[in-house]
C-alpha cells in the first residue's frame, strides 16, 4: 500500500509564501512523475505543476513565475514553494505521483488528501 500526505497549507494573506510538502510511504521501489493539483470551490481538479523522474518541469501558466515545484528522491517527497500568492490560488491542493511499488505493480495514480490553501486578507 502507497500513501500520500500532504502538509503546509493553511491561511496567509496576498503576496504571501507557503511551501507545500508531500511525502510518499509504504513499499515503494520507486516514484514516476509527481504534480500538484487544485480544486476551488466549486470548478473543476486542475494541473498546477509537474515533475518528472528526471526533473523535466511544467507548470500552468497561471501559477508560472510565482510557484516552484522540486522533489527530493532521498525522501519520497515533492514540494510546492507558492510566492506572491493570491486569493485565486485559494483551494484544496492536491499530490499526485505514479508510484513503482516493491510488489512489482505500477499504481499510476496516486494521490493525496490534500491540504487547504487560503489567502486572505
Known amino acids: 500500500q502507497v500513501q500520500l500526505v500532504e502538509s503546509g497549507g493553511g491561511l496567509v494573506q496576498p503576496g504571501g509564501s507557503l511551501r507545500l510538502s508531500c511525502a510518499a510511504s509504504?513499499?515503494?521501489?520507486?516514484?514516476?512523475?509527481m504534480g500538484w493539483y487544485r480544486q476551488a470551490p466549486e470548478k473543476e481538479r486542475e494541473l498546477v505543476a509537474t515533475i518528472s523522474s528526471g526533473d523535466i518541469i511544467s507548470y500552468a501558466v497561471s501559477v508560472k513565475g510565482r510557484f516552484t515545484i522540486s522533489r527530493d528522491n532521498t525522501k519520497n517527497t515533492v514540494y510546492l514553494q507558492m510566492n506572491s500568492l493570491q486569493p485565486e490560488d485559494t483551494a484544496v491542493y492536491y499530490c499526485?505521483?505514479?508510484?513503482?511499488?516493491?510488489?512489482?505493480?505500477?499504481?499510476?495514480?496516486?494521490w493525496g488528501q490534500g491540504t487547504q490553501v487560503t489567502v486572505s486578507s
Open positions: 499526485n505521483a505514479g508510484v513503482f511499488g516493491r510488489d512489482f505493480r505500477y499504481y499510476p495514480n496516486t
Open positions: 509504504g513499499s515503494i521501489l520507486s516514484i514516476n512523475a
